[in-house]
């Protein structure tokens, strides 16, 4: 009798840890509207959403933000452009060309990239990447769109490459075989079986790294210029633009609470919010689609089907890659680059109408120069960003620099409060996250069948996971700072940074749940042991190693953020080291994006304090990366 | 089995190397603070004549420190203008004061005006003028003159330009004039002279200071880059050749070049401590901290500190003009 009633308290208290999730994704709606709400009402919906002037700082404040959903919109393609294609050729290359051993390098390579904190990323983008757009156009001002596109494209880089080439080592063997059988080429078996056949898994990944671009806040405010208007002629990738995330990171800490503006700026974090609901829903539902058809022959399902478009679709198919080409070929265009644009254009002519007369030696060995080629690119890439940052930062490190606290706004000094403060802070963060995360999992994998609510939570987890950093950020500075009081603080910063991981934690905790054969939960059951039993003794031991992944991951995550924590969490400079949770503290990733947009002259300081950020998190993301492959080897072994 | 186990082994030796690099970390943070506690003593009893026994008293706080710190902390948010002179003033009076701990943040005036309001700082700084409507939000405030300023026109060292007037500042920021070539004087070589606006973002003091002397509240072209503080527009005016900014004299340095002013009755007004001094550069403007009633305890210590000889030095040092001198 106590243990059916301990089983069932057991049971509610995993239910609760599983809502959590949509209860957080309810608040972070309710806190957004309830902020966001009145800017409607004064300025009217439609107004605000297709006013293309956005200043609030006018004499008369005008607050229309089309610019800065274009700007978004923009910035996005145009990394989707630069990164789409490398991020598929990388994909093909590791998982269909690279012998194991190059793969074993390049897998956790890609996954370093990610890895990287998109503050490090803006600090490069705005010291070498934005300058060397100047020179090379020779505009006035390289912090352009330009300059954002490559940026987010290289940051939107490995969620593409690991999803696609998931999708695409999943294809099965058969199909290969077949093809190859049929006499095709390596080539031909690639682009016309395997990549077809892969298709809606390469969708999704683009979908996912869509998102991750769209919600990326502090490298865009540190390279796109940050000027509100619709660049002119609107394809003119040299202009500078203002997306809806720069808006706020640049915005909310500075507006007066209660203002117009503040209330315009949480109208801005709604709209944004919805546009990343809408591009992870659709992520969500290519996905559980692909996993469905897999079952059933799914080569012939498009992932998108509406009767009624089908015709209208067949028709404009053919055209789709033409229309894509030329919006290229006019960007290339716009920064003057025609020479680029030419060739593009002269390359598509010669495929159009001489493609059947080139043989198909000469075609693969082109193909896989292209693909290799776009491997040695994104390896380039990385080792560039971590080479500069190594170089320019070795000559800061010093014992006094990682032990001493900050002078002089941190011109000199060291950083040890910020490294402390961001140890606080993900230590914190774990704290919360991994006992509600891995409570969800539990209850997603071993309590329920599949049903309704199970189906809300997990898109409650699937909306949380594509919430925009900076979104946390105000979310957190409008319910913890604000609305319960607690004041820019410790705790406040935990929280916020732990709703954020907690759809890692989530995620990962299932999957090694659901790696635990099914017969040893059988067994355990067989001998009467109870659920609770069960999953204690015998179902958690054996994920602990997964477990451990996903907590590091979210570690690294955490440690890098620096979005949600710089309303809610941080301040420039301080001596001591907090004494309770009410206090704020330093951070890394913020003082390096204090250091690098507000204190001229720290350039030392600065480049070390972005050194030993990097190697704090890549050293979070290579433990877990080696425990995932140590565990991977010892499942195939 | 045995494979299990020795998985094990594998991550509780990555767990406890992670271990070990946080200890050593952590070993730094006892080290860290023993050494520097002399450090700082002595520094301070070299630089402030105040602090003579702060040697002393070294060894003493040394065991207080981390008992007084958590009562004895003062925290200041607002103008990255007034910024540099509230960090180095907290500098210098927490190497005389090793048990003080003084929390410096930015946001803008609008932000330091706010917490003020909202009582979530002891102090709010700001460089603009507090305006009816925020005094009349709070009743208490108590508004403090901290020192003057200037702001200054800057451009890139490449810009041939030797001066400039309001009117030309004004056409340039309301987007009526797009070229160096226009101005007399001014370009920049192997460019297109191509004029890149740079400004601060909507609710900085020096923004809304700017806005009202030089533009007379008309309204800045949408096409200027917004950044949000002082040191950015600096580095991004130092980074482009074809920039202007505007940034607050205390900010200024080698890697751009402040304009000259040339008023409407053609004196050429250079942005210095003298000129803003003796009100002669137009552009000037008086910086301050406030406080909800009058202060008390550390807060009161840290004005007063910053109210006096030695704290005005402080001001000078760091580029700003001292009170009443």
């Known amino acids: ?637 | 089995m045995k494979t299990k186990r020795s998985s094990y082994v594998f991550v509780t030796v990555c767990l406890a190397a992670l271990l070990i690099v946080s200890m050593l970390v952590a070993g730094c943070t006892s080290n860290g603070t023993t050494n520097s506690v002399p450090a700082t003593a002595s520094a301070a009893a070299t630089a402030a004549p105040t602090a003579a026994p702060a040697t002393a008293t070294a060894t003493a706080t040394q065991t207080t420190s981390a008992a007084a710190s958590s009562g004895q902390t003062l925290t200041l948010t607002g103008s990255t203008t007034v910024l540099p002179i509230a960090q180095a003033v907290a500098d210098a009076y927490m190497q005389a004061h090793p048990d003080a701990n003084i929390q410096v943040s930015g946001g803008g005036s609008g932000v330091g005006i706010q917490a003020i309001i909202n009582q979530k700082v002891d102090i709010g700084m700001s460089s603009a003028d507090v305006s009816a409507a925020q005094k009349a939000q709070d009743s208490n405030m108590n508004i403090i003159t901290i020192a003057h300023d200037g702001i200054a026109i800057i451009v890139n060292p490449a810009n041939t330009v030797q001066d400039i007037s309001l009117d030309q500042v004004k056409g340039i920021y309301n987007g009526s004039v797009t070229s160096w070539s226009s101005l007399s004087g001014a370009g920049v070589p192997n460019s297109n002279n191509q004029i890149v606006l740079v400004g601060r973002d909507s609710s900085s003091g020096t923004r809304t200071y700017f806005d009202q002397v030089v533009m007379q509240n008309t309204n800045d072209s949408l096409s200027m880059h917004e950044d949000n503080s002082n040191g950015a527009v600096l580095q991004e005016v130092a980074q482009t050749p074809n920039a202007i900014g505007y940034i607050s004299i205390g900010y200024l340095d080698n890697t751009v070049k402040a304009l000259p002013i040339v008023t409407t009755n053609g004196h050429v007004i250079v942005p210095s401590v003298a000129t803003v001094k003796d009100k002669t550069y137009p552009i000037h403007r008086d910086l301050y901290m406030i406080t909800n009633g009058k202060p008390t305890g550390l807060a009161n210590d840290y004005i007063n500190f910053l109210l006096s000889p030695a704290g005005q030095q402080i001001v000078v040092a760091q580029g700003y003009v001292a009170l009443n001198s």
Not at chain 1, 78 to 84: E, H, K, L, Q, Y
Not at chain 1, 485 to 507: E, F, Q, S
């Open chain 1, 1 to 637: 009798m106590v243990s059916r009633m301990k089983e069932k308290f057991v049971r509610s208290v995993f239910f609760l840890t599983a809502f959590f999730a949509v209860i957080v994704v309810a608040f972070i709606l309710l806190f957004l509207f309830r902020d966001g709400y009145s800017i409607f009402e004064t300025v009217g919906v439609l107004n605000f959403l297709f006013g293309t002037i956005w200043a609030p700082a006018q004499v008369v404040p005008s607050y229309g933000i089309s610019a800065l959903i274009i700007g978004t919109l923009l910035v996005t393609f145009g990394a989707m452009v630069f990164a789409v294609p490398l991020s598929i050729g990388c994909a093909i290359y590791i998982s269909e060309l690279a012998t194991p051993r190059v793969k074993s390098i390049l897998k956790p390579a890609t996954e370093l990239l990610a890895g990287i904190p998109s503050v490090v990323y803006g600090f490069f983008g705005m010291i070498v990447l934005s300058t060397f757009i100047r020179i090379t156009f020779n505009i006035p001002s390289g912090q352009t769109w330009l300059a954002g596109s490559i940026l987010l494209g290289i940051m939107a880089l490995p969620t593409i490459i690991s999803v696609s080439e998931d999708a695409i080592s999943s294809v099965p063997r058969e199909y290969r075989e077949g093809s190859l059988a049929t006499g095709a080429t390596r080539w031909q078996t690639i682009s016309r079986v395997i990549v077809p056949a892969a298709l809606s898994g390469i969708a999704a990944a683009i979908i996912l790294g869509i998102g991750r671009a769209i919600g990326e806040t502090m490298a865009v405010i540190m390279v796109t210029g940050n000027t509100a208007i619709i660049p002119n002629p609107v394809w003119n990738v040299l202009s500078s633009v203002r997306t809806l995330t720069g808006t706020l990171g640049i915005e909310t800490g500075d507006v007066a609470v209660g203002s117009e503006h503040y209330h315009a700026l949480f109208g801005v974090a709604v709209v944004l919010l919805l546009i990343t609901l809408i591009i992870n829903l659709s992520a969500v539902a290519i996905l559980s689609h692909l996993r469905d058809g897999r079952g059933a022959g799914r080569a012939k399902r498009s992932w998108l089907h509406i009767p009624a478009f089908s015709p209208i679709k067949d028709k404009l198919l053919p055209y789709s890659r033409i229309v894509l080409l030329a919006l290229i070929a006019l960007m290339l265009l716009a920064t003057g680059l025609w020479e680029v644009a030419l060739i593009i254009i002269l390359a598509a002519a010669v495929w159009h109408y001489g493609g059947d007369r080139i043989s198909r030696r000469h075609i693969e060995i082109f193909a896989f120069g292209c693909v290799i080629a776009a491997t040695v690119a994104v390896l380039a890439i990385l080792a560039i960003i971590l080479g500069y940052i190594i170089i320019n930062g070795l000559p800061a490190i010093s014992w006094d620099f990682l032990t001493q606290g900050p002078t002089d706004l941190g011109r000199s000094g060291g950083i040890f409060p910020a490294i402390i403060g961001t140890l606080y802070l993900v230590a914190g963060a774990i704290l919360i996250a991994l006992p509600l995360g891995v409570g969800a999992a539990v209850y997603l994998v071993e309590y329920t069948r599949e049903g309704r609510i199970t189906k809300l939570i997990r898109t409650g987890v699937d909306l949380l996971n594509g919430t925009p950093s900076i979104v946390f950020g105000l979310f957190g500075f409008a319910f913890l700072v604000l609305f319960l009081d607690i004041g820019v603080c410790l705790l406040a910063g935990m929280i916020t940074l732990a709703l954020m991981v907690l759809p890692t934690v989530i995620r990962t905790t299932e999957e090694s749940l659901k790696n635990i054969p099914q017969s040893l939960r059988e067994g355990s059951l067989a001998l009467g042991a109870t659920q609770w039993q069960t999953i204690k003794n015998v179902v958690i031991p054996p994920a602990i190693p997964g477990i451990v992944t996903g907590a590091i991951l979210s570690i690294g995550r955490a440690a890098g953020e620096t979005a949600p924590i710089m309303f809610v969490a941080v301040v420039f400079s301080t001596r001591f080291l907090p004494t309770s949770l009410f206090q704020p503290v330093m951070a890394l990733p913020y003082h390096l994006f204090i250091l690098s947009t507000n204190v001229p002259g720290s350039s030392t300081n600065k480049y070390g304090t972005a050194l030993v950020l990097l190697m704090l998190v890549v050293a979070f993301y290579s433990v877990a990366i080696l425990i995932r492959n140590h565990y991977a080897r010892k499942a195939r072994g």
